[in-house]
């Protein structure tokens, strides 16, 4: 693996262009580098009085320096580094090498900002005697250079903190409402499995009445039609109800489903519907008998009569299915 200080802050596969807002601020920069390069290099020609070879070099490193800006982004340790060199003998580019050091700052790890940082102070003394301050000694510049230096440092870790606060804190948002659809979904699908199970119950039960009906009326021609009224009236009334209980089942689906994790919105029968079955399978000429041993069937439990209900609906059904004359216990 590469070193941290040869890796790019932002790679071209990630980042090809610079967005509107990159563009802002680099151009902001790279003016403010410019002005205030131009003053430094000003108040020290008017101070100092320096050579013309000198003035031309700093003149000529600080518009480079500034120029570096542009590329801060793509390799921030290496332009800070370069810009740092520069800095030696060019006080055009002071203002180029604070935001090349913020920029590290913002990008890299704080070893990687020492070590940008002590690469600096290492040009100081070349700086001073190249530009020598007949008003402050030594020291005075060099106090002030760090102060600067470690007052653009902390800003620029501010920033990287504040950056990394606010992504941790948007990842774990897209992280949660992301499982929560997830849950939603999952819940939506369930809901949507247990209606279509309760579908599979209900029409079951009503198809097989229409089919022992339609199959009398097929195999008893020589019935009375009062027997074929009733069985017909039994087939109306059976259709009907199974249409009403598909729309009902069909237009639950269509809506949004409850997530609630509670049971089937419809139908829902209950163990209180047990005696209603017995006497729908008895009029569709079934021979049934039935000993019921609970006192109060409203006192079971909803999740409990719903399930006793469906097992002798299915059983019924299959024995229609299967044995049309045999009798039901």
């Known amino acids: 693996m590469l070193p941290e200080v040869l890796v790019p802050a932002e790679p071209d596969a990630v980042h090809p262009k610079r967005s509107r807002r990159d563009w802002i601020v680099d151009s902001t920069f790279f003016?403010?580098?410019l002005l205030f390069g131009a003053v430094v290099v000003g108040s020290v020609a008017?101070?100092?009085?320096?050579?013309?070879e000198l003035l031309f070099f700093d003149v000529v490193g600080g518009l480079i320096g500034c120029t570096l800006l542009w590329w801060r982004r793509r390799w921030p340790v290496q332009i800070a580094i370069a810009v740092?060199?520069?800095?030696?003998f060019s006080a055009f580019s002071s203002a180029a090498g604070?935001?090349?050091?913020?920029?590290?700052?913002?990008h890299r790890r704080f070893s990687t900002v020492l070590l940008v940082v002590l690469a600096g102070l290492v040009t100081v003394p070349i700086y001073i005697w190249l530009h020598p301050d007949a008003t402050d000694p030594f020291w005075v510049s060099l106090v002030f250079i760090v102060l600067v230096t470690v007052a653009t440092v902390a800003w620029g870790m501010f920033v990287r903190a504040r950056r990394q606060l606010v992504l941790s804190l948007r990842e774990r948002a897209e992280r949660a409402e992301a499982e929560q659809q997830l849950r939603v979904e999952q819940a939506r699908q369930h809901e949507r499995a247990r209606i279509a199970r309760e579908m599979h119950d209900v029409l079951a039960h009503r198809i097989?009445?229409?089919s022992m009906h339609a199959g009398a009326l097929e195999f008893r021609p020589d019935a009375t039609p009062e027997e074929i009224e009733r069985a017909a009236g039994i087939v109306r009334a059976s259709a009907h109800q199974a249409?009403?209980?598909?729309r009902e089942v069909i237009g639950v689906l269509r809506e949004e489903p409850a997530v609630n994790g509670g049971g089937p919105e419809r139908p829902q029968p209950t163990l209180a519907n047990l005696p209603a079955l017995l006497e729908e399978s008895r009029e569709a000429g079934m021979h049934v008998s039935a000993a019921c041993r609970v006192g109060e069937l409203e006192a079971v439990p909803d999740g409990?009569?719903?399930n006793a209900y469906r097992i002798v609906q299915e059983a019924l059904t299959n024995a229609r299915k299967h044995a049309h004359d045999a009798r039901s216990r």
């Open 31 to 33: 003016v403010v580098a």
């Open 46 to 52: 008017e101070a100092d009085n320096p050579s013309d």
């Open 84 to 88: 740092t060199l520069i800095g030696a």
């Open 98 to 106: 604070l935001i090349a050091l913020f920029t590290v700052a913002v």
């Open 208 to 210: 097989s009445l229409l």
């Open 243 to 246: 249409l009403q209980d598909l």
């Open 304 to 306: 409990i009569g719903r």
